[in-house]
Nanobody, 115 residues
């Protein structure tokens, strides 16, 4: 089982930026899709962005143009650069991987955007 650990969350004013990190316990990026999800208070978890093993990236409509997902294979780390943050971006952000060995989730990191 792959362990995922997120970090980088915090409190930021609207319009600000944060960069989230997700470190995997072993090298999986060439075989797994890495995904960021978020869950706002009282809402269901929603898909935010993903990067496939070949490197292609995809974004939800609500974050496209503001968020960027990337990875550093040497560091087993996936990033989510979040710019122009809005109060609606508030929530717990989770890192997920899925591939031949199954799926794993991180514990989440809190992002709070104040207006």
């Amino acid at each position: 089982q792959v362990q995922l650990v997120e970090s980088g969350g915090g409190l930021v004013q609207a319009g600000g930026s944060l960069r989230l990190s997700c470190v995997a316990s072993r090298s999986i990026f060439t075989t797994h899709t890495m995904v960021w999800y978020r869950q706002a208070p009282g809402k269901q978890r929603e898909w935010v962005a993903q990067i496939r093993s070949a490197g292609s990236t995809y974004y939800s409509g609500s974050v496209k143009g503001r968020f960027t997902i990337s990875r550093d294979d040497a560091k087993n780390t996936v990033y989510l650069q979040m710019n122009s943050l809005k109060p609606d971006d508030t929530g717990i952000y989770y890192c997920n991987c899925n591939g031949p060995t199954g799926t794993s989730w991180g514990q989440g990191t809190q992002v709070t955007v104040s207006s």
